[in-house]
């Protein structure tokens, strides 16, 4: 669905953003890319995106290269929440704001109308229907941008920090709405240093060091390595931490607060 093949990237000011990354993701993989500030995480999706171009490789997303392919054309495949939801925002009210790509990808006033509503419902805007994005909070504005996007059902879906500005019960509803776009078959892209937040989703892991992929797996191998997430200063989720530190374990890292709580219940009943 995305390759990427042996792409550089070399940004105005002479930074070496991307160097020579190559990478595959598959049809409804959900994938986190993780790695300090500067690491290369949004120079890369951006390149899925169209809005920047690779300087030497290519970059494939579901067939075409996407120096052959304008950002619109890609857009209707490719759908991307970054992280300042201000940059993407611009209608005068939030039923507006929903509508503007729909109508720009030819839906119906109907399909339009159920898909707006929709999204509102989802992540809890219904009451700023008519209101100016310009007066909704940081995180609702994260949330707006996040509903836009997925009211169009775009195949892939990358989401840029999506966990800045939400609280516990919005990260939940966020976790379970990646899970219900992972169940439908969507291709998923998470930048995120939440780690917390990736963890309990178990996405496969991307680590990224100085524009190159330094670490590649499933989040069960790369969260235990503690040698490569601190050579690219990322924490490791504390389930881990706590699952190493026992000299009797489990056969795997508890996913969930409660596993962990359930095993050490079940080892003083022993």
């Given at each position: 669905?995305?390759?990427?093949?042996?792409?550089?990237?070399?940004?105005?000011?002479?930074?070496?953003?991307?160097?020579?990354?190559?990478?595959?993701?598959?049809?409804?993989?959900?994938?986190?890319?993780?790695?300090?500030?500067?690491?290369?995480?949004?120079?890369?999706?951006?390149?899925?995106?169209?809005?920047?171009?690779?300087?030497?490789?290519?970059?494939?997303?579901?067939?075409?290269?996407?120096?052959?392919?304008?950002?619109a054309q890609?857009?209707?495949?490719?759908?991307?929440?970054?992280?300042?939801?201000?940059?993407?925002?611009?209608?005068?009210?939030?039923?507006?704001?929903?509508?503007?790509?729909?109508?720009?990808?030819?839906?119906?006033?109907?399909?339009?109308?159920?898909?707006?509503?929709?999204?509102?419902?989802?992540?809890?805007?219904?009451?700023?229907?008519?209101?100016?994005?310009?007066?909704?909070?940081?995180?609702?504005?994260?949330?707006?941008?996040?509903?836009?996007?997925?009211?169009?059902?775009?195949?892939?879906?990358?989401?840029?920090?999506?966990?800045?500005?939400?609280?516990?019960?919005?990260?939940?509803?966020?976790?379970?709405?990646?899970?219900?776009?992972?169940?439908?078959?969507?291709?998923?892209?998470?930048?995120?240093?939440?780690?917390?937040?990736?963890?309990?989703?178990?996405?496969?892991?991307?680590?990224?060091?100085?524009?190159?992929?330094?670490?590649?797996?499933?989040?069960?191998?790369?969260?235990?390595?503690?040698?490569?997430?601190?050579?690219?200063?990322?924490?490791?989720?504390?389930?881990?931490?706590?699952?190493?530190?026992?000299r009797r374990?489990?056969?795997?890292?508890?996913?969930?607060?409660?596993?962990?709580?359930?095993?050490?219940?079940?080892?003083?009943?022993?």
């Amino acid at each position: 669905m995305i390759e990427f093949r042996d792409v550089t990237f070399v940004h105005q000011n002479g930074v070496k953003a991307l160097d020579g990354v190559s990478l595959k993701v598959g049809t409804g993989e959900v994938v986190a890319v993780v790695g300090e500030n500067g690491a290369g995480k949004t120079t890369l999706v951006k390149h899925v995106t169209g809005l920047l171009k690779p300087e030497s490789g290519s970059v494939i997303v579901d067939g075409v290269d996407t120096r052959d392919a304008s950002t619109a054309q890609l857009s209707r495949k490719v759908g991307v929440a970054f992280q300042n939801p201000d940059h993407q925002l611009f209608s005068e009210t939030v039923e507006e704001e929903m509508s503007f790509a729909l109508k720009n990808f030819g839906f119906s006033e109907d399909v339009v109308h159920n898909r707006v509503t929709w999204g509102l419902e989802l992540f809890g805007l219904e009451e700023y229907r008519k209101s100016s994005p310009l007066v909704l909070s940081g995180g609702e504005k994260k949330r707006l941008t996040l509903a836009c996007i997925l009211a169009w059902d775009p195949q892939v879906v990358i989401f840029d920090e999506p966990t800045v500005g939400q609280d516990a019960i919005q990260k939940e509803k966020l976790a379970g709405t990646i899970q219900m776009l992972t169940s439908t078959g969507k291709t998923i892209l998470v930048v995120s240093h939440d780690i917390e937040f990736l963890w309990p989703i178990q996405p496969r892991v991307v680590v990224m060091k100085g524009g190159r992929v330094v670490g590649d797996g499933p989040s069960t191998d790369i969260m235990q390595d503690r040698e490569l997430l601190g050579s690219a200063r990322v924490a490791q989720p504390q389930l881990v931490e706590l699952y190493q530190e026992f000299r009797r374990r489990p056969r795997a890292p508890f996913i969930h607060p409660l596993d962990a709580k359930r095993w050490v219940e079940e080892g003083l009943r022993a």
